[in-house]
């Protein structure tokens, strides 16, 4: 039988106009202490976001956005981040912050299939559904 680990995850958001506090889902980060993994799926829609916000700088926002994936991936373009575990870069990416790039409160669960798990959580929390499909 597969071995059931527990997980925590934050739900990436873009805050175009931070002093308004709207935002749109733009990815979701998992981590799990037991694997040691940290990973991370984003997406952004330019589209919802300059629906907020018609003067945001997609690419800026963009940029940083690909910042996390560097972080969760612990590749050379983290920095100094690329010397902490997996679990304390998951901490930093999932910190409380004032700015265009934010997470949700972190979530925990179990599971036996991680990648399920972020594919899940990203269609689910991220991707807009579609007018006029059923429920799953």
Request: contains cysteine.
């Amino acid at each position: 039988m597969p071995t059931m680990h527990t997980y925590d995850y934050a739900v990436v958001r873009v805050v175009p106009r931070v002093e308004r506090g709207e935002f749109v889902n733009v990815g979701v980060i998992v981590s799990c202490d037991a694997t040691d993994s940290l990973k991370a799926r984003i997406e952004l829609d330019p589209a919802r976001v300059l629906a907020l916000d018609p003067g945001a700088d997609v690419d800026a926002i963009r940029a940083a956005l690909g910042a996390i994936d560097a972080v969760c991936a612990d590749s050379a373009a983290a920095g100094a981040l690329g010397g902490m575990t997996a679990r304390e870069r998951f901490h930093w990416l999932v910190a409380p912050r004032s700015a265009v790039i934010q997470t949700s409160p972190v979530h925990t669960g179990r599971t036996t299939a991680l990648d399920d798990v972020l594919e899940h959580l990203f269609k689910t929390m991220v991707r807009s559904p579609q007018i006029g499909a059923a429920p799953e």
